[in-house]
């Protein structure tokens, strides 16, 4: 009888195998899946992550935009003490509604679970994960600096402050924005939803793409310069009236220049003239510095969902879609001055406005400055990142002397900040809603000689010009963040 | 080393190990989601704990001593460290089912050590009393039968507050009647048949109790509408009989037989043809929604994920909601997330918290019992404990094999108690009772090969 019962135990040694193997394909083959694609029914993955204390954002003065409390049922809720001030570019992070903007792009950080070593560790030891604290370089008195401005100035808009010398973005202002602490309430979600005519979901520094008329001839500009065609004292025709792809360009109070020098065309913001320097440059080479800019593609800043950002290029009608900038549909007399369907976003033009400031060399914009673990210790620290080197330095030098000029005795005089010398370049888009309804702008940069900030503002549907509604707001931000 | 020194040394890791049990228990209890937040109770219950469940594994293990000198030294200890592990893992998922659990645990001590002194001269007097030990096990199976279903099963019977499941302790009396049946019948079975086609056909006279036994299975299977006892019970049968008989040829019909009827049934009875479908595909999410469908696998399922290889860690395992739903939970097992997590799902709970390693560990151990019990057949030199100890080592595997296959969606689901892991008096006392049985036989059996 012991041979039948030696099998049998194979049998059993068999069957047990089996259950350690069907365990297996639960544990490792279909765990994934299994944890990640049934969020309705499974709901354990959405439990644990409520009971990790998410980790506390920062300001560059160290004030809490958004942290964690622990609520009766021991779960962790997010709360965000500066209201909408941050809200863009913040965004938000709530149970069922997910997480967005910045929150969204540094979640791993926030809920500990950066480093795939570390964090195996932590779990061998048993260590419940915790959030890591994620510090900014936003600045929160110049950010709502710029929302004020934006609010009084117009309908809508957006402001982007950056540090020229290291990308870090101090101020990412869009209005009208919302308090995330709303979002948890369903009809107030329902109702930013619907609104229509505000979006205040919708972060329009980076996610709306408006004309930037003017202020791309600093684009130009750098193009003629860099290229070796033009110097600031090249002349060219800056009449009104001239036709570029067979349609007559006008410029402001249809104003005649005659044989004009590109610095007096820049201080004096004459259309014509730039449409004739981007027609004699010809469209590969705007292409060409177009793309050294950051156009035509998304924008490089590390910390920030790419879904949510726009391209900035140029979308003429026909065909309505964006095309390179080399396209049969380009009218480039048009597009040398922001016109010609072209798109951009504030923080693609304050990146303008940071490549010149720069020395002609454009760092990646991030949000982030450094990410410590709950103990303070420092974990990771950003470091700057070239993006591109868009021109030379010394061509750098002669435009940003051209920029000083619009500032000192040009379209952007109310840009002035008493003591320190400020570049900077205005725009003023028409928009297809009626008469004197203008798309304005600023970008710019202080002080002119060692830039620390490098600004871009738009505000849609104003009566006037961007020297005169845009160039204030810009003032007052460089301002702000000049007083650290 | 004497065995029972080997016992005692053995018992200790098993104490520590409740102890270091409880100690994870309370750390991580902070973190509980629900009615234990913000309490943050660590007390030196883990060590009273501890403590009280040496004091009573050296309770029984003196009776051991004292009876049984030669038994198997490590067949206790593995008991009592499952038993142990069960009550931590019952304590996490409910403290007040942990201490029922507790007080069954000193029952089926009690129950252990009155199985030994009673049959410790000689167990097989049992083989006197077979008739009336098989019709008292069909009667405890046939019990519930009168009272309402559980879940759609006749398994229960609701006494009060207690539920007392019958079937534990008829498992253990078919395998009693089993062996003293086959011992007198084995001989006739293999020799007395004609041979046709290579199989050996036993005479209708000796092969007839063998159909009645099926055609009881079935009727079981019809009657308490639960596939995991009818697999248990019929899978010990068939076992025994090839060891009684060394035929395969037996195996295979009985299986056959087996697959058949059961097809039949399960085509009659809704309860479990709904079962079925729900193991076929738990992630339908039609199946998902009905009421007595697939939701309990695929939350047991979900819930092995979720621990993946290391697991969770002990406490770590959600299993309570309430904080989600914001509804009325009185305790944490009424809010599960997991259905029935501390008896039919304890399996799938230990995966969550202590990994594929914890569970792989957890099935070595009663492996390691599989083990030491063929052992016993082995040494067993009589053919009556040769069967008695592998039958009941065989319905003691198969209750494992259903209940965690079940729980990883390797058979169909059913409801039977993990042995001395799962919350349960019933499962308790029976697998203490199996286990006293077992050390009965080894003891005998070992009696003049270890010296005194």
């Known amino acids: 009888m012991n041979g039948p019962i030696m099998r049998l135990f194979g049998v059993a040694l068999l069957m047990f195998l089996a259950l350690v193997g069907a365990t297996s394909w639960w544990t490792i083959v279909k765990a994934d899946e299994l944890n990640n694609d049934h969020s309705r029914e499974n709901t354990r993955a959405l439990v644990r992550s409520l009971k990790i204390q998410r980790g506390t954002i920062r300001a560059a003065d160290g004030s809490i935009i958004a942290r964690s409390v622990k609520d009766e049922h021991g779960l962790y809720r997010r709360l965000y003490p500066q209201g909408a001030r941050f809200g863009h570019p913040v965004g938000y992070s709530f149970v069922g509604r997910g997480q967005t903007e910045f929150e969204a792009a540094r979640n791993d950080a926030l809920m500990g679970k950066e480093d795939a070593i570390r964090t195996t560790f932590d779990e061998l030891l048993g260590r419940r994960p915790r959030g890591h604290e994620v510090r900014t370089a936003l600045d929160p008195q110049a950010q709502q600096v710029a929302l004020d401005g934006i609010a009084r100035a117009g309908d809508s808009g957006a402001a982007v402050a950056l540090d020229p010398r290291t990308g870090a973005v101090k101020v990412m202002a869009s209005w009208p924005g919302y308090d995330p602490d709303d979002i948890r309430d369903e009809s107030k979600l329902k109702a930013f939803n619907r609104d229509e005519t505000h979006k205040p979901l919708v972060n329009r520094a980076v996610q709306f793409g408006y004309a930037p008329g003017s202020t791309f001839k600093v684009v130009t500009a750098a193009a003629a310069l860099d290229s070796g065609r033009f110097t600031p004292q090249s002349t060219v025709d800056g009449d009104s009236g001239q036709k570029f792809s067979g349609v007559a360009l006008a410029n402001d109070f249809n104003q005649d220049f005659g044989q004009v020098d590109l610095t007096t065309a820049l201080v004096k913001s004459i259309n014509t003239a730039w449409a004739n320097v981007g027609v004699a440059l010809g469209k590969p080479t705007m292409k060409r510095y177009m793309e050294r800019f950051g156009f035509d593609r998304k924008p490089q800043i590390t910390d920030y969902p790419r879904d949510a950002m726009s391209v900035s290029a140029v979308v003429p009608t026909p065909p309505g879609h964006p095309v390179p900038p080399t396209s049969r549909y380009v009218d480039l007399g048009r597009l040398s001055i922001g016109q010609g369907g072209l798109d951009a976003t504030p923080l693609q033009m304050a990146q303008v406005a940071a490549a010149v400031a720069n020395g002609g060399r454009l760092m990646k914009p991030h949000i982030t400055s450094k990410i410590l673990d709950h103990d303070g210790r420092t974990i990771e620290t950003v470091d700057p990142e070239p993006q591109a080197t868009v021109m030379r330095p010394s061509t750098a030098t002669a435009l940003k002397d051209m920029m000083v000029g619009v500032v000192q005795r040009g379209t952007g005089t109310q840009a002035q900040i008493p003591g320190i010398q400020v570049a900077g370049k205005t725009g003023t888009a028409e928009t297809e809603f009626g008469d004197k309804i203008n798309n304005v702008w600023f970008i710019g940069f202080a002080p002119a000689d060692h830039p620390r900030v490098a600004v871009a503002v738009t505000v849609k549907g104003v009566q006037g010009f961007g020297g005169d509604f845009a160039a204030p707001i810009a003032r007052d931000i460089m301002q702000e963040l000049l007083k650290r | ?452």
């Open chain 2, 1 to 452: 080393m004497s065995a029972r020194n080997r016992e005692f040394l053995a018992l200790i890791p098993a104490a520590l190990l409740v102890t270091a049990g409880f100690a994870a228990v309370f750390l991580s209890r902070e973190d509980l989601v629900g009615g234990l937040s913000g309490r943050n109770e660590v007390s030196d219950v883990s060590v009273t704990y501890g403590a009280i469940f040496l004091g009573l594994c050296i309770a029984a293990h003196l009776v051991l001593r004292l009876t049984l000198r030669n038994a198997d030294p490590y067949l206790f200890p593995l008991a009592a460290l499952l038993a142990c592990f069960g009550l931590v893992e019952i304590y996490r998922i409910d403290a007040s089912l942990a201490r029922q659990q507790a007080e069954w645990f000193v029952f089926g001590l009690v129950l252990f050590s009155a199985t030994i002194l009673l049959l410790r001269r000689d167990y097989r007097v049992l083989e006197r009393y077979r008739y009336l030990i098989v019709l008292g096990g069909i009667g405890l199976l046939l019990l519930p039968r009168l009272f309402a279903p559980v879940n759609g099963a006749y398994l229960a019977i609701r006494v009060g507050s207690l539920s007392v499941q019958p079937a534990e302790f008829a498992k253990i009396a078919m395998v009693v009647f089993l062996a003293s049946y086959l011992r007198d019948t084995r001989q006739l079975l293999v020799t007395a048949g004609r041979r046709v086609m290579g199989v050996t056909i036993p005479p209708i006279k000796h092969f007839g109790p063998m159909l009645v036994i099926w055609g009881a299975t079935m009727l079981l299977l019809f009657f308490i509408r639960d596939i995991g006892s009818s697999v248990m019970f019929f899978g010990a049968f068939l076992a025994m009989l090839y060891i009684a008989t060394s035929r395969v040829s037996f195996v295979v019909v009985g299986l056959v037989l087996f697959g058949a009827g059961a097809w039949l049934v399960a085509g009659h009875v809704g309860h479990i043809s709904d079962r079925i479908d729900a193991w076929q595909d738990p992630f339908n999410w039609t199946l998902y929604n009905k009421p007595g469908g697939s939701a309990q696998l695929a939350q047991s399922l979900f819930a092995q994920a979720d621990g993946g290889v290391l697991g969770q860690g002990f406490g770590q395992a959600v299993l309570d909601i309430s904080g989600l739903v914001q509804g009325n939970c009185t305790s944490l097992v009424n809010c599960s997330m997991l259905p029935a997590p501390h008896t039919d799902f304890i399996y799938a709970v230990i995966v969550n918290e202590l990994g594929l390693v914890g569970a792989a560990a957890l099935l070595c151990v009663y492996l390691l019992i599989v083990q030491r019990g063929f052992k016993i057949a082995l040494l067993a030199r009589d053919s009556f404990s040769k069967l008695l100890a592998a039958g009941l080592t065989s319905v003691f595997a198969l209750q494992v094999f259903v209940i965690v296959g079940g729980v990883t969606k390797l058979i169909p689901l059913t409801g039977v108690t993990l042995p001395f892991v799962s919350y349960g008096g019933s499962s308790v006392m029976a697998n203490f009772v199996l286990l006293a049985l077992l050390l009965l036989v080894s003891d005998r059996a070992r009696r003049d090969v270890e010296p005194r």
